[in-house]
């Protein structure tokens, strides 16, 4: 059974640090936690998965803004985690109210911890007894898993394999495509209970989803488990049933293709094959997402409804698509492009997802470099929310390729090395207020609203941030290069 959230305050070297919960969050305690992590990093939130109970000494939070501190619990809560454990002190005396008041509605428990305790002893207790539960739980997974393999040499069908993984994990095993038919299911279906869902991918396609409805009662981390090791299984056994046409395994083999970066008379072969143009204006869209697969039919419909071709592919955690753009002339591929991200912006992904579009392409031939651009632009620290646009972030791209960390440091100090000195010791945010003027093109007003101030407030901002560094830049040879200076900082 998995450790749940109230019962690791009670093991000895958590209740020693006399734990409280100091929002109301529904049914906090019986959350289950996958993972003791410490870090006092406030960008720690892209390296959690989920299920994890972070536990901090508090002093970061200490020393940044109230602003900062809402993000940072919003980060975390996208995320996932159980909860957040900060023990309070000298740094931090008291959690502040504003901060309780932003985790608790974004569904984060947040525990004060009032004793000074070693976080590597708590790590080591609780850590070790549920890494002990996860080798259990890929012993039992694997032999359910080998014991389908046996069945399917002998013939057995879908409710066959169903039967051995319920009988394995006391859950109940239903398989079923992606428009709702059921293929093959053991066990019964009563209310209540936890249900667990697996995507069954054929050859990079969702082509079923396995759900295991467990009791109250039951293990529902051996049915996560064994549902995932039992994919591969349950995988071939579809496609014996019902195996892919020439024009899907090409289109397949094209997204891998394009995905590899392979060379162009490649493409350019597999294209037609798939019922993909070779030539014509192309874009990429990459989503990073822990329901890739599941997310596919959707993406596919929206593509399907925007542009006269597409193909997608998924594979892990990442689903990635290339669209034909309506029309030759680059104006009206440009056109379609933006249409194509304000779509995506309105497509439902999972909290933590990352989605970008990568820059056009001319022919099929550069759908790689399409592709590679949009994933780099997502590793980017100033890729942000949203549907990121690679082509916004052209500058950093060329950056990130062409000077080394110490050059653009170098050239940040230089041009803004008292803005930077002013943040630092004053927690303003001068660097921020400059770098979005200049993105809005010294827009003032437009800025003020990006930046929720009064235009008076932005003036005097602005007239800090001149005398910092040299003077009014407009008008001048130096605004393109502050510019360029407030994007490199971002990197």
């Known amino acids: 059974m998995p450790i749940l959230l109230g019962a690791a305050l009670e093991y000895q070297s958590l209740k020693s640090a006399d734990p409280r919960l100091l929002n109301s969050v529904p049914e906090a305690l019986s959350r289950p936690v996958r993972w003791v992590h410490s870090s006092e990093v406030l960008d720690i939130a892209p390296l959690l998965s989920g299920g994890e109970l972070l536990l901090s000494g508090g002093q970061a939070l200490a020393a940044v803004s109230d602003e900062r501190r809402a993000e940072y619990v919003r980060e975390l809560a996208a995320r996932g985690i159980a909860a957040l454990a900060l023990e309070t002190g000298p740094a931090l005396p008291e959690v502040p109210q504003g901060m309780l008041d932003i985790a608790e509605a974004a569904g984060l428990p947040v525990i004060e911890l009032r004793q000074v305790v070693p976080f590597v002893g708590v790590m080591q207790e609780i850590n070790s007894l549920l890494v ?38 006391g859950a109940s095993a239903r398989l079923v495509s992606p428009s709702g038919l059921t293929l093959g299911a053991a066990g019964s279906f009563d209310d209540g209970g ?4 697996v995507d069954v991918p054929v050859r990079g396609v969702l082509a079923a989803r396995l759900e295991l409805h467990m009791p109250d009662d039951g293990d529902s981390g051996l049915a996560r488990v064994a549902g995932e090791r039992s994919v591969d299984i349950l995988g071939l056994a579809l496609l ?99 249409a194509l991200m304000d779509s995506l912006g309105q497509l439902d992904v999972p909290a933590g997802s990352l989605v970008a579009v990568g820059p056009l392409g001319r022919g099929i031939g550069e759908a790689p470099w399409s592709l590679a651009e949009a994933r780099r632009a997502l590793d980017l620290p100033s890729a942000g929310g949203g549907v990121v646009d690679a082509d916004t972030l052209a500058v950093e791209l060329l950056a990130q390729e062409s000077l080394d960390p110490a050059t653009r440091e170098r050239f940040v100090h230089r041009q803004l090395g008292a803005v930077v000195e002013h943040d630092r010791l004053k927690k303003s945010e001068l660097m921020r207020t400059l770098a979005i003027w200049l993105d809005t093109g010294c827009n003032t007003a ?35 290069a502050l510019h360029l200076a407030t994007r490199l900082a971002r990197l």
């Open 132 to 169: 002990s539960e996860s080798v259990e739980h890929l012993q039992r997974g694997d032999q359910a898993s080998h014991a389908m393999a046996a069945e399917l040499a002998h013939g057995a069908g879908l409710d066959q394999l169903l039967a051995v993984l319920s009988e394995r994990t």
């Open 240 to 338: 014996q049933r019902m195996p892919p046409g020439l024009k899907e395994l090409a289109g397949i083999e094209l997204m891998r293709a394009i995905s590899s970066g392979s060379q162009q008379w490649q493409l350019q072969q597999l294209g037609p094959a798939s019922g993909f143009p070779v030539k014509g204006a192309v874009a990429a869209v990459v989503i990073r997402s822990t329901a890739a697969g599941h997310l596919r039919p959707a993406v596919d419909a929206l593509l399907h409804e925007g542009v006269p071709h597409s193909a997608s592919y998924a594979n892990n955690a990442e689903l990635i698509a290339i669209a034909s753009l309506v029309g030759g002339a680059a104006r009206d591929g440009a056109a379609t492009r933006r």
């Open 194 to 197: 936890n249900v667990t869902t």
């Open 446 to 480: 437009q800025a003020a609203r990006e930046l929720h101030l009064e235009r008076q407030s932005l003036h005097h901002r602005l007239q800090r941030i001149f005398e910092l560094c040299g003077g009014d830049p407009r008008g001048t040879g130096r605004l393109a």
